[in-house]
């Protein structure tokens, strides 16, 4: 049987939600039977293949990369999944979003404490930021959400071996929690 493909990102994320996922430990060995992973933090693939079986997504949307990402991530991947609080409702990250930008952006690099030759970063490689974070279904259609933050080794456990196995993921009660 082909293996699925799992691709995973993180957008506004801190990368604990992928640091969850490896404490599956030992058992990413019985993964590895079943799935390889595509575009991923994991491997040096730098963009989705055109038809990915699972895209897992970290993080909420903050910037234009994280559109641009995301966007590829739906065009691919035949499942979407929001991973953990920042996906699912914007996390911590979106209390940004009772600020006016300007002041954010003012304090972090204008006025705040020990700034030397204060300036707002302008490269024009530099994505920019989006007036609020955004949660991911509010820019494309997602297919589950995995609470948590970050979802236990366990919750990813159960999720990626009920769809390896074909079935509808069914997590237990023990394993939803928001926090
Ligand atoms: S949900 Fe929590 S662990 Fe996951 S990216 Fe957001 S802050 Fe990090």
Known sequence: MAKLKVATTSLGGCFGCHMSFLDIDERIVDLAEVIEFDRSPFT?????????????????????????????????????????????????PAMRNFVPLEECLAEAYLTGEGLENPQVPNDIELP???????????????????????????????????????????LPYELVHYD
Request: glycine share 8%; proline share 5%.
């Open 128 to 170: 920019l930021l989006l007036d609020k974070v955004h949660p991911i279904h509010e820019l494309v259609k997602v297919d589950y959400f995995l609470p948590g933050c970050p979802p236990s080794a366990n919750a990813f456990w159960k999720f990626l071996t009920d769809l390896a196995a074909g079935k509808k993921p069914a």
């Open 44 to 92: 040096d693939i730098k963009h989705c293949s055109e038809i990915v079986d699972i895209g897992l997504i970290e993080g909420g949307v903050c910037n234009s990369e994280n559109v641009h990402t995301l966007r590829e991530f739906r065009k691919s991947c035949k499942i979407l999944v929001a991973i953990g609080a920042c996906a699912i409702n914007g996390g911590l």
